[in-house]
């Protein structure tokens, strides 16, 4: 049935009386369902994968919770489409943050495509990458050498090691020795910067995250002090205040070519800061334990394929360029299966610019102008009538032929096969993204033949702890 047969139908689903209905939907979604069944619930219910729904923060942090949901990976690109939605103040949505959060400027992430602001701001970024695109490899190897130097230490004196605690490390020394060529440690920020960044964070997402209690009355608590009211920022000042002046003193010459392009330099550092806080180091905090959780969840056989392109690659390529990175197509199916499965980023939002038609597989549905709409990513790119074995890990799925489906892998905030533009709000870092993801497994398997690690959750992301490693036997 071609999208022009698909029968226009009502949306869906209901609010619930004001105030009370949304209420009701928090408590289902953080406590009484889990967020993937309260989705998975009115899916069925409905019959259906748009519907109305309330979206938590709701009263008192956000003043209208009503979103229409997308489910499927036919309607979810609508968010995409900057003609039809508006991007203004929806990066966390339905709120948004104070923005003492970042001195007073609304960060370019939370503009819209039509604000004059955000071209020239995400033309600074996608310059800035371009500057420094000679510099992530090397920088990158360097830092992950350092991280798995600190693993095997710590696997052998404790016989387990966290990778998220490494992790933070090393992802925060990267981002800003890549922006500030250097060390963070000889700087005001010490060893502390990655744990500033995560209280900055934190105060930010929690009206969106739930601890994870198995308790009702610690749940009562945590659903007052994290979803009735914001947190004030007041409780980071002092920290944030710490990373400006790191940023302003030594990302000198990425925010003099700010000002040559037009944005005040006060402005500038404080969208540097939230994006090596926000986008980078908070990218590479959720996104590098899930890619090593699914790639441990392969087992040996998989290592063993990696291990092998890898190191064959790199002897022939005669070292890790990125022409070899390039050469490795299960290391780069690997990294898209696994932001495909598991996205890091898993909500996107827009507000209709207009009264608009939004098609799912099976109806059209219209949706009307100022109409919050949210899409659900890990169902989306799990659509079972767009990719086989959904639920799934499969390691070569995008390889040859599967590269098709590429265009259905959406968790940079637009199309794998697309790019970022200053029109578009897709990820300016999206290639900065992919090269971590298969640089790390490169330095995981150039070191080793393969690992074990045990799996689990966190309010951001999974939490992965490494129980054994298996040094490379051959080159």
Not at 401 to 422: A, C, F, H, I, Q
Request: hydrophobic share 40%; proline share 5%.
């Amino acid at each position: 049935m071609s999208d022009s047969e698909l029968p226009l139908e009502e949306i869906p689903g209901d609010y619930g009386f004001p105030f009370f209905g949304a209420i009701r939907d928090r408590l289902n979604y953080f406590y009484f369902q889990g967020r993937d069944e309260f989705f998975r619930d009115r899916m069925r219910k409905y019959q259906s994968t748009v519907f109305r729904a309330n979206m938590p923060p709701g009263p008192f942090i956000s003043s209208n919770p009503n979103v229409v949901v997308l489910l499927d990976a036919i309607s979810f690109p609508i968010l995409f489409d900057t003609s039809k939605v508006e991007k203004r103040n929806v990066l966390d949505g339905t709120f948004m943050p104070s923005t003492a959060f970042t001195g007073g400027h609304r960060a370019c992430a939370f503009l819209d495509p039509s604000e004059p602001k955000h071209a020239a701001i995400k033309r600074w970024f996608l310059s800035l990458l371009a500057a420094r695109r000679d510099m992530f490899i090397p920088t990158l190897r360097s830092c992950l050498s350092d991280l798995f130097v600190d693993l095997e230490d710590e696997l052998t004196s404790k016989g387990k090691a966290s990778f998220n605690s490494l992790n933070d490390k090393m992802s925060f020394n990267f981002v800003f020795r890549l922006l500030c060529d250097q060390k963070p440690s000889t700087t005001i920020l010490g060893t502390k910067g990655a744990t500033m960044f995560d209280l900055w964070l934190l105060l930010q997402l929690a009206p969106l995250l739930s601890l994870g209690f198995n308790n009702m009355v610690l749940n009562f608590l945590e659903d007052v002090i994290l979803h009735t009211f914001p947190l004030p920022p007041l409780l980071i000042k002092s920290s944030y205040k710490k990373l400006y002046h790191a940023f302003s003193e030594h990302a000198t010459s990425i925010l003099d070519e700010a000002e040559r392009l037009g944005i005040d330099r006060d402005e500038a550092c404080h969208n540097l800061v939230f994006l090596a806080g926000f986008n980078a180091y908070g990218g590479m905090k959720a996104t590098l334990p899930i890619l090593i959780k699914w790639v441990g969840s392969g087992g040996e056989d998989l290592h063993r394929r990696l291990a092998r392109e890898i190191r064959s690659t790199v002897r022939s390529e005669g070292g890790v360029t990125l022409a070899a990175l390039d050469r490795m197509s299960l290391t780069k199916s690997v990294v898209y299966e696994a932001l495909r499965i598991d996205p890091p980023v898993p909500f996107q939002y827009g507000r209709a610019r207009r009264d608009t038609v939004v098609r799912s597989h099976d109806a059209a549905f219209k949706i009307k102008k100022g109409e919050m709409v949210f899409g659900y990513q890990p169902f989306a790119t799990k659509d079972p009538r767009v990719f086989d074995d959904p639920e799934e890990f499969v390691g070569d799925r995008f390889v040859g032929e599967g590269e098709k489906l590429l265009r259905y892998v959406y968790w940079s905030n637009g199309r794998e096969t697309d790019d970022p533009t200053v029109g578009n709000k897709q990820c300016a870092g999206k290639d900065l993204v992919l090269l971590v993801c298969r640089v790390t497994l490169v330095e995981l398997f150039l070191r080793y033949d393969t690992f074990d690690v045990e799996r689990g959750s966190l309010p951001v992301g999974s939490s992965v702890t490494f129980k054994s490693l298996t040094k490379a036997t051959s080159c």
